[in-house]
């Protein structure tokens, strides 16, 4: 569900209806000019104005536009406490046990280098290495509903203090990073975000997220010893057997420690020189499903799927996992994934979480074409920070009110039913039918 245009009596229903929501967040703001900035941000955001920098906020609430930039970036007020706070309104609203984490990244350009973890890094924005600074998201998905539940700015290894080049302690200051703040990987920046939503009562049982998160082994396992069955994307690149290999035992004489077994290598292989390999996935059998409904129409994908050995340093890593091999039936691209289901897991479950990261994709679209996400022209750690934050409250709004007052009975009968593809099946006429039962 994406955002929609509203009728005049919806949205002066919906003005009411903000009020009351934003009231629930004042105790965290301290002050009333706080209070009155936090106010104007939320009309700014989800009003008709089209630039959504707070300069223009300001102006069309009739605002000194300087007090707007001082709210994000130097008055006191609580914004980690505002994230808990819509974190555990999701929960009590729409957490479930079958809801769906999806971790991901967004970037935004920047010019010049004073931005707060701004660097020459791989931009999505225009699709190359750039200058911009990159956030680490996660999402939050139950049914029709879909929020994102946190953000964080990452920060470069670039940013870190230098006792030998003063001008990094200089560019830290000017923007504002606590000292606490260093470099942290991606990957444990994501950690930490599932940790505190699941802290806040945030309930789910599973987790999907792309390669740059799934190609780390030791955040799939960390992620597991949360309790959560994940399906991440995998590079092509990642090793294994599709059989159990063979442990071979060296001969012991008796002497000293029993020599560790030795494995087999036989029919080790890429996930994706698996696809030819005899012993691998070449001879099974493609099934086809409808993952997504796009703007272009269905997109359907066909797959395979095995238990999998991961190897590392020459024997199995751990048990056995899901391989998922996914191909697009028009683009011919190939995705692989990795999940620690159970054994006895359907494939409709695997394919639905590992392909439900477009609805945080629809999550940063919204965010940026409707309420300025990217719009943002604040320098400072906290004042990036506090937008994230503040972005994900009105962006919750949005969707809380949409859900519950525009699609009604449509979105209760949507939430009573499956939310897995389905098997697509070839009519006589040769052309493909499949449904998703629950999303769109």
């Not at 009309?43 to 008709?48: D, I, V, W």
């Not at 536009?65 to 994230?83: A, E, I, M, N």
């Not at 599932?194 to 792309?210: C, E, I, Y």
């Not at 030795?262 to 099934?287: H, I, N, P």
């Amino acid at each position: 569900m994406g955002v929609v245009p509203l009728t005049g009596d919806e949205l002066l229903r919906a003005a009411k209806d903000l009020e009351k929501y934003l009231r629930s967040y004042d105790q965290l703001l301290g002050r009333v000019e706080n209070r009155e900035h936090f106010r104007r941000f939320a009309r700014g955001q989800l009003g008709p104005i089209e630039r959504k920098s707070l300069e223009p906020i300001a102006d069309a609430e009739g605002a000194n536009p300087r007090t707007l930039q001082f709210f994000f970036s130097r008055y006191k007020w609580d914004h980690d406490g505002v994230r808990t706070k819509l974190q555990k309104k999701i929960a009590a609203a729409y957490g479930g046990p079958h809801g769906v984490f999806v971790i991901d990244e967004t970037s935004d350009d920047k010019k010049g280098e004073h931005t707060a973890g701004v660097d020459r890094q791989y931009c999505g924005q225009s699709g190359k290495i750039d200058n911009c600074i990159v956030t680490v998201h996660l999402a939050y998905i139950r049914q029709d509903f879909h929020a994102l539940v946190d953000g964080e700015l990452f920060l470069p290894e670039s940013w870190n203090p230098d006792p030998g080049d003063p001008g990094v302690q200089e560019r830290r200051e000017q923007a504002g990073i606590p000292d606490t703040v260093v470099h942290e990987s991606k990957c444990a920046i994501a950690l930490r975000q599932l940790q505190r939503a699941m802290g806040n009562g945030v309930t789910g049982s599973f987790v999907s997220a792309d390669e740059g998160y799934g190609g780390k082994p030791w955040f799939r396992d960390e992620v597991a010893g949360l309790g959560l069955t994940y399906v991440f994307e995998v590079p092509k690149s990642t090793e294994g057997w599709v059989h159990e290999p063979e442990a071979i035992s060296p001969e012991w004489k008796g002497n000293g420690r029993p020599p560790k077994p030795t494995y087999s290598q036989l029919g080790r292989d890429r996930v994706d020189e698996l696809l030819v390999a005899r012993r691998g996935l070449r001879f099974g059998k493609w099934k086809m499903f409808k993952v997504h409904d796009g703007d272009k129409g269905p997109e359907v994908w066909e797959f395979k799927r095995s238990r999998f050995w991961e190897h590392s340093d020459g024997k199995p890593r751990g048990t056995a996992q899901w391989l998922l091999v996914g191909r697009n039936v028009l683009t011919h691209e190939v995705k692989y994934f990795l999940s620690n289901a159970p054994e006895d897991a359907r494939i409709e479950a695997l394919i639905f979480v590992a392909f439900s990261r477009w609805r945080v994709e629809r999550c940063f679209q919204d965010c940026k074409t409707e309420l300025g996400l990217n719009h943002a022209e604040l320098r400072t750690y906290d004042g990036i920070s506090r937008h994230l934050i503040l972005t994900a409250v009105n962006y919750y709004f949005l969707q809380d009110w949409t859900l519950r007052h525009r699609d009604g009975e449509k979105n209760a009968a949507v939430s009573r039913s499956a939310n897995a593809p389905t098997r697509s099946k070839r009519s006589s006429s040769g052309k493909s039918k499949a449904s998703i039962r629950g999303h769109k």
